[in-house]
């Protein structure tokens, strides 16, 4: 069969309609936000995982995309995206190296992105598992994880720091589920904020776990301790009546709830 001799099969594929029809953006835009490994890991998930389009895009920020994408049965979920380019390699290392579950991995700059997904892909998994609200992770392919949309018809659910609500009540709620993170899921955030929390239907979720760690990591005590400290700050700014060292406590006593 001839085949346009100086275009990729990678190429053809990505001008071809069915290609273009899912992923429901102009070819220049896409051409722009995707590297061509990147569109061949989205063409990847979607076919594996049937999704039908690209509804919209939700965040766009420095080391990752997230899309709502909408499957063939006509549920919505998330893509994350994570760029190739900019997760900085030395700045994953040591989340990497240190965690028992992830440091067999021979990490070189291109599959370091590779072992960030997979390891928020593990990291929610424990989560869910753990009755901890997050979102549930159905699967991932190189750079690219397939997850539950937390949101409604006409947008994603907000970050606590952009809502007005009783902040009392929901501290009450997330020290729960932090609890429940460090005790049953054994895994600690290392990256907690009020950016990494959504509220959703009343609850507050825990969101963008790559970086989170096992809680035998060499670090986990560092990490949890300004995970504390940032969480905390933001909710005594919204005048709830708490302290790091009694949230510490909490997590720290194992006592069960
Ligand atoms: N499952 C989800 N459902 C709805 N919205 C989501 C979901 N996951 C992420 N988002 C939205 O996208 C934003 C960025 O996601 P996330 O925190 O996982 O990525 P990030 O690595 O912090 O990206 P950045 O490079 O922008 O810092 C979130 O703050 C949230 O608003
Ligand atoms: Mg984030």
């Excluded at 380019?85 to 030395?90: E, G, P, V």
């Excluded at 589920?177 to 600690?188: S, T």
Aim: hydrophobic share 35%; net charge positive.
């Amino acid at each position: 069969m001839y085949l346009m001799r100086d275009k990729s099969a990678l190429e053809q594929l990505i001008e071809s309609d069915e290609f273009s029809n899912r992923l429901n953006l102009d070819r220049k835009t896409y051409g722009l936000v995707f590297d061509k490994r990147t569109l061949s890991s989205v063409y990847e998930i979607i076919k594996k995982y049937n999704v039908n389009y690209i509804d919209f895009p939700i965040s766009s920020g420095k080391e990752s995309l997230i899309f709502k994408v909408i499957m063939d049965d006509g549920t919505s979920r998330v893509m994350k995206i994570y760029k190739m380019s900019t997760l900085k390699f030395s700045n994953t290392f040591e989340y990497i190296k240190g965690d028992y579950r992830f440091d067999k991995e021979k990490i070189n700059r291109t599959n370091v992105v590779y072992v960030w997904a997979q390891k928020e892909y593990t990291n929610l998994d424990a989560l869910v598992n753990s009755k901890v609200k997050a979102p549930k992770p159905y699967g991932f392919y190189k750079n690219v994880l397939l997850l539950s949309y937390l949101g409604t018809k006409t947008g994603p659910a907000r970050q606590i720091r952009e809502i007005d609500t009783d902040f009392n009540l929901l501290y009450s709620k997330l020290k729960i589920n932090l609890w429940r993170m460090y005790n049953v899921a054994k895994i600690v955030h290392a990256d907690l904020s009020e950016y990494n929390v959504l509220y959703y239907r009343k609850e507050p979720y825990i969101i963008d776990v790559g970086q989170s760690v096992s809680i035998k990591h060499p670090m986990a005590e560092e990490f949890l301790r300004r995970d504390i400290k940032n969480i905390t700050s933001f909710f005594i700014k919204k005048n709830v009546i708490c302290n790091e060292g009694n949230l510490y406590n909490y997590i720290k006593s194992g006592k069960n709830v």
